[in-house]
């Protein structure tokens, strides 16, 4: 099974820009499609926040329209997601997910705070 390893998340002020790096540990050039997921507390619902497609369709979140973007690089198997303009409500923690022909993956998360 795939291995998603999430890495950029930081404590930052509102108006900053941070990039979330998602690496696979395998070619994503075939996977269905790849997602940003958050999730703001332990047992609350997952999120989605950005996704990108195998032909490179890119959907988001109404409240991320504009200002986050979705990106890969399939020489290094990694997902991007470029968040601009970061506001408090965008505090989370953010989990990148794998839609593969033979199973889904999900990543261990990584933290962002947004704090004045």
């Known amino acids: 099974q795939v291995q998603l390893v999430e890495s950029g998340g930081g404590l930052v002020r509102p108006g900053d820009s941070l990039r979330l790096s998602c690496a696979a540990s395998e070619s994503i050039s075939s996977f269905q499609a790849m997602n940003w997921y958050r999730r703001d507390a332990p047992g609350e619902r997952y999120n989605l926040v950005a996704?990108?497609?195998?032909?490179?369709?890119?959907v988001y979140a109404d409240s991320v329209k504009g200002r986050f973007a979705i990106s890969r690089n399939t020489a290094v198997n990694t997902v991007y997601l470029q968040m601009n303009s970061l506001k408090l409500e965008d505090t989370s923690v953010y989990y990148c997910?794998?839609?593969?022909?033979?199973?889904?993956?999900w990543g261990q998360g990584t933290r962002v705070t947004v704090s004045s």
């Open positions: 996704s990108i497609g195998r032909d490179g369709n890119q």
């Open positions: 997910f794998a839609a593969t022909d033979y199973g889904d993956a």
